[in-house]
């Protein structure tokens, strides 16, 4: 079944400031930006931030801050995670981004634990979304980073992580879900256009390589279409 998403009321008007236009969102009759899904597919939530998706699952990450008081959220960046490496399921990724990850586990693990670090969301193979920072602040997922010649990436920018890897194809219903998020969310920071959708290899060449040449732009852009 298709997957309804919206995170607030009725969003519409441009300011000038994402972070002055989350917190200038009133309570207004529901609103659910992908009009093929129900609009009760959702929960209501409170209508000013945090901006939390409605009826998945949160995991508040503790690695986040708040943004520049003058960011424009305008980039939505596109990651992979697996845990161990190539390997898919168990709580691992949750456990990375709530810094309890069990170190006996996997050798892999010793060399990641200092490392802090989070995404706005994971989707899971099985396209289960979890939520881990809530849109309005910065979550810590590009690190160093460039995206048409402005840097600090994470400052104006939302992170996806998909569970997959570089050379593993992604799963139908991932891109899906992928697709409903991007969607809403750019509903939610219009600011955010096809054009400024890129993969964490494109802000940090040479340092990270994912999504990887397993991910299909075209039909994850197609979809976007649809």
Same mark, same amino acid.
């Given at each position: 079944?298709?997957?309804?998403?919206?995170?607030?009321?009725?969003?519409?008007?441009?300011?000038?400031s994402? #972070?002055?236009?989350?917190?200038?969102?009133?309570?207004?009759?529901?609103?659910?930006?992908?009009?093929?899904?129900p609009?009760?597919?959702?929960?209501?939530?409170?209508?000013?931030?945090?901006?939390?998706?409605? %009826?998945?699952?949160?995991?508040p990450?503790? %690695?986040?801050?708040?943004?520049?008081?003058?960011?424009?959220?305008?980039?939505?960046?596109?990651?992979?995670?697996?845990?161990?490496?190539? !390997?898919?399921?168990?709580?691992?990724?949750?456990?990375?981004?709530?810094?309890?990850?069990?170190?006996?586990?996997?050798?892999?693990? =010793?060399?990641?634990?200092?490392?802090?670090?989070?995404?706005?969301?994971?989707?899971?193979?099985?396209?289960?979304?979890? !939520?881990?920072?809530?849109?309005?602040?910065?979550?810590?997922?590009?690190?160093?980073?460039?995206? !048409?010649? =402005?840097?600090?990436?994470?400052?104006?920018?939302?992170?996806?992580?998909?569970?997959?890897?570089?050379?593993?194809?992604?799963?139908?219903? =991932?891109? =899906?879900?992928?697709?409903?998020?991007?969607?809403? #969310?750019?509903?939610?920071?219009?600011?955010?256009?096809?054009e400024?959708?890129t993969?964490?290899?494109?802000?940090?060449?040479?340092?990270?390589?994912?999504?990887?040449?397993?991910?299909?732009?075209?039909?994850?852009?197609?979809?976007? %279409?649809?």
């Amino acid at each position: 079944a298709a997957l309804g998403i919206c995170f607030i009321k009725e969003i519409r008007p441009k300011l000038k400031s994402n #972070i002055k236009y989350f917190y200038n969102l009133l309570s207004r009759k529901d609103y659910n930006p992908l009009n093929s899904f129900p609009a009760n597919h959702f929960t209501n939530m409170k209508s000013s931030p945090p901006l939390w998706l409605k %009826n998945i699952r949160h995991c508040p990450s503790p %690695n986040c801050d708040e943004r520049p008081g003058d960011a424009r959220v305008d980039l939505l960046v596109i990651h992979n995670i697996s845990l161990p490496p190539a !390997q898919f399921g168990g709580p691992w990724i949750e456990d990375f981004f709530l810094n309890r990850l069990d170190t006996s586990e996997d050798a892999y693990f =010793q060399e990641i634990s200092h490392l802090r670090v989070s995404a706005h969301f994971l989707i899971k193979r099985d396209g289960e979304i979890l !939520q881990f920072v809530p849109l309005e602040k910065r979550a810590w997922h590009a690190g160093e980073s460039c995206f !048409q010649g =402005q840097h600090r990436c994470n400052d104006f920018s939302v992170g996806i992580e998909l569970e997959g890897s570089d050379e593993i194809p992604y799963t139908d219903i =991932q891109y =899906q879900r992928l697709a409903e998020l991007s969607k809403a #969310i750019m509903d939610v920071c219009p600011d955010i256009t096809t054009e400024r959708i890129t993969g964490h290899e494109h802000i940090a060449p040479g340092r990270k390589t994912d999504p990887g040449p397993a991910f299909d732009w075209p039909r994850y852009l197609a979809l976007l %279409n649809t």
